[in-house]
């Protein structure tokens, strides 16, 4: 559930040297697990592998971004939030539609790469998020980076487990449920994004005419 106060009343650390230095971390670990599991994924037939690389390919692009604006005002912070929440959004729409195509056309992958791989992106996620747990409440943005590298790790458990379940039954669906898993929270963290970025763009904008005008006659009643 996101946030329902805005950042501008936390007075969060949106520009802090440790802020930053946690971001130019995951911007790392995440470029590095994205070629590395994206070629894992193609070779051992897994389609949740290769999703999860994608995932991995947005959050680095989503950290980058978050350098960009660090320390800017809030509302070119909610901007970029906004952008975030709709770049997850369509990840994890692409996702499920790709794990429906795949219950008539799937191949059984490779249980054992998906299970080693799965294990390692689990690592590198986990560590990813301790660092930026610290930052879960700031604001959208940062809520933003919180949501991917949480989900990010909830989803690496899920390819392990189907891993086990490929390697038991012999079958893609495993591999496939894990896509929708991974689609399903791809969708519900872009919405939480979306809904408080778009708060916030309301917060920055400050009061409209109608709501001052019905101050005033408050006041004055």
């Known amino acids: 559930m996101a946030c329902s106060s805005c950042a501008a009343d936390k007075g969060g650390p949106t520009n802090s040297p440790a802020w930053r230095r946690a971001l130019w971390i995951a911007l790392a670990v995440n470029g590095l697990m994205f070629a590395a599991e994206l070629a894992a994924g193609i070779m051992g037939g897994s389609r949740a592998l290769q999703a999860d690389a994608l995932d991995f390919l947005g959050d680095a ?17 909610a901007r970029a939030a906004f952008v975030k929440g ?42 990813v998020a301790l660092i930026l747990y610290r930052f879960r409440e700031g ?28 390697f038991g039954t012999g ?34 904008k400050g009061p409209s005419r109608t709501e001052l005008l019905t ?7």
């Not at 692009?61 to 912070?77: M, P």
């Not at 604001?139 to 490929?166: E, F, K, Q």
């Not at 969708?187 to 763009?201: D, R, Y």
């Not at 101050?215 to 009643?221: C, D, Q, W």
């Open 61 to 77: 692009a989503n950290y980058a971004i978050s350098l960009g604006v660090a320390g800017l005002a809030l509302a070119w912070r």
């Open 86 to 127: 709709a770049t997850i959004f369509a990840f994890g729409l692409y996702v499920l539609l790709n794990a429906i195509w795949a219950l008539s056309h799937g191949t059984v992958p490779h249980a054992e790469v998906m299970g080693a791989v799965g294990f390692v992106a689990l690592l590198a996620n986990g560590g």
């Open 139 to 166: 604001d959208a943005n940062m809520r933003s980076v919180w949501i991917c590298s949480r989900n990010d790790a909830i989803g690496n458990i899920a390819v392990m487990l189907a891993a086990l379940g490929v």
């Open 171 to 204: 079958s893609a669906l495993p591999d496939i449920i894990v896509a929708g898993i991974m689609a399903a929270l791809g969708l519900w963290g872009g919405a939480q994004i979306l809904q408080q970025s778009i708060t916030e763009l309301r917060v920055s």
């Open 215 to 221: 101050a005033r006659a408050a006041s004055k009643g």
